[in-house]
């Protein structure tokens, strides 16, 4: 079982809100991930980072901006939160080495009215 | 960059029959493919996953076979269960890059 948490589950923000998303993970790994899923199961890359004060923008285009300051912290920022922000939003982490087997976490579903 | 085709979408079966979802690759240089169950409320969890240096791979009522020549590799799930419907999603990655998803198979298993 990963030990990887997101916080918080589920929330429900106005339009111009700046919120955070928390993941952290105590396996000691390297990399991280964030993924956003929308409602039609897809998962899309949004950013990811190799160590600390490593990150790299994913495959799809985001206005959210990511932090690695700590190993096992990889916060994901929006500063000002709109309705197309509206989806699930997924952490997941990986070991340094060998395959790439990535442990997600339980997901945050966010809500922008 | 690598792309993974997933077939398909959803699939519908009765409880004890088999269900199988293909993916495809583009990049050749692709080396490891795992595979995700997600269930309602969840992330995705590593089921099962298969190196390029191995053909198939079997753990109780699930397999995953490969053939590197065609580019593609199969979930196998043998007996199906209620508890198996959910969401499955298959990947492939090349080296330190990150996974390549396919865009998910939502399998419902009828009692």
């Known amino acids: 079982e990963a030990d990887i948490y997101q916080t918080p589950r589920y929330l429900v923000i106005g339009t111009g809100k700046k919120i955070t998303l928390e993941c952290s993970q105590t396996m000691g790994h390297d990399k991280m991930y964030w993924y956003q899923q929308d409602p039609g199961m897809e998962l899309h890359l949004i950013h990811y980072?190799?160590?600390?004060?490593?990150?790299e923008k994913g495959d799809l285009s985001s206005e959210s901006t990511v932090s690695r300051i700590r190993t096992e912290h990889f916060p994901l920022t929006l500063e000002s939160a709109r309705p197309s922000h509206t989806s699930q939003y997924l952490c997941?982490?990986?070991?340094?080495?060998?395959?790439?087997?990535?442990?997600f976490g339980p997901g945050t579903r966010l809500l922008v009215l | 960059g690598e792309n993974v085709e997933q077939h398909p979408s959803t699939l519908s079966v009765q409880e004890g029959d088999s269900a199988v979802i293909k993916c495809t690759y583009s990049d050749s240089a692709s080396n490891y493919f795992p595979w995700y169950k997600q269930e309602l409320g969840k992330g995705p969890q590593l089921i099962i996953d298969i190196r390029s240096n191995v053909g198939e791979k079997k753990d109780q009522r699930i397999a995953v076979t490969l053939n590197k020549t065609a580019k593609h590799f199969s979930l196998h799930i043998t007996e199906t269960q209620p508890e198996d419907s959910a969401v499955y999603f298959c990947?492939?990655?090349?080296?330190?890059?990150?996974?390549?998803f396919g865009k998910g198979t939502r399998l419902s298993v009828i009692a």
């Open positions: 990947a492939a990655s090349i080296g330190n890059t990150p996974l390549v």
């Open positions: 997941a982490s990986s070991e340094d080495r060998g395959p790439m087997s990535q442990y």
């Open positions: 980072s190799y160590g600390v004060n490593s990150t």
